[in-house]
T-cell receptor, first 113, second 110 residues
Framework: KAGVTQTPRYLIKTRGQQVTLSCSPISGHRSVSWYQQTPGQGLQFLFEYFSETQRNKGNFPGRFSGRQFSNSRSEMNVSTLELGDSALYLC????????????FGPGTRLTVL | QKEVEQNSGPLSVPEGAIASLNCTYSDRVSQSFFWYRQYSGKSPELIMSIYSNGDKEDGRFTAQLNKASQYVSLLIRDSQPSDSATYLCAVIQGAQKLVFGQGTRLTINP
């Protein structure tokens, strides 16, 4: 089975711009979660989607949003980028909401200048 | 108090020895616990999950869970240089949210 894929792998943006990141889960996995990883804060949960619905949300401002499509693929969007949004954004998939083993994609490295 | 706490290390262990990684968590009702390995510049890789008190063995890895003490650990036997990485403890808390510790950086010295 192919693993979780994320695009793009690297992205450079400037403050005030917006960005959209994409994630394709492992085939058959229906739950997709997004995380932000920074050296200072570690891995922090952003949100989780299942059946095209946001099921859980972490403590991030409304500038961070996401969605999930009927084929379980997911996108996250960050609007009005700030320097502090520079991070590795990771997507993880699991088979269902009750199967908690999550498998991570390679991540998107976002740099905000 | 942080929700999931790990000693950040670095933890240095000679090749062939046992590496012991520890993690404590704050939510007493947590039921699912995971260990991930993250190599520098890579994404986390799931290596163990544990749900019941006691030990769970998988090859050279043993996860140990003590819910009464809110403590989970990972033992790596016969440590190899390829085990050098950051090990992340993760716990399902609250509304099925996966919470990670800060990670312990492990170095295996040949």
């Amino acid at each position: 089975k192919a693993g979780v894929t994320q695009t793009p792998r690297y992205l450079i943006k400037t403050r005030g711009q917006q960005v959209t990141l994409s994630c394709s889960p492992i085939s058959g996995h229906r739950s997709v979660s997004w995380y932000q990883q920074t050296p200072g804060q570690g891995l922090q949960f952003l949100f989780e989607y299942f059946s095209e619905t946001q099921r859980n949300k972490g403590n991030f401002p409304g500038r961070f949003s996401g969605r999930q499509f009927s084929n379980s693929r997911s996108e996250m969007n960050v609007s009005t980028l700030e320097l502090g949004d520079s991070a590795l954004y990771l997507c993880a998939s699991s088979p269902s909401l009750t199967d908690n083993e999550q498998f991570f994609g390679p991540g998107t490295r976002l740099t905000v200048l | 108090q942080k929700e999931v706490e790990q000693n950040s290390g670095p933890l240095s262990v000679p090749e062939g020895a046992i590496a012991s990684l520890n993690c404590t968590y704050s939510d007493r009702v947590s039921q699912s616990f995971f260990w991930y390995r993250q190599y520098s510049g890579k994404s986390p890789e799931l290596i163990m999950s544990i749900y019941s008190n006691g030990d769970k063995e998988d090859g050279r890895f043993t996860a140990q869970l003590n819910k009464a003490s809110q403590y989970v650990s990972l033992l790596i036997r016969d440590s190899q240089p390829s085990d050098s990485a950051t090990y992340l403890c993760a716990v399902i808390q609250g509304a099925q949210k996966l919470v990670f510790g800060q990670g312990t950086r492990l170095t295996i010295n040949p």
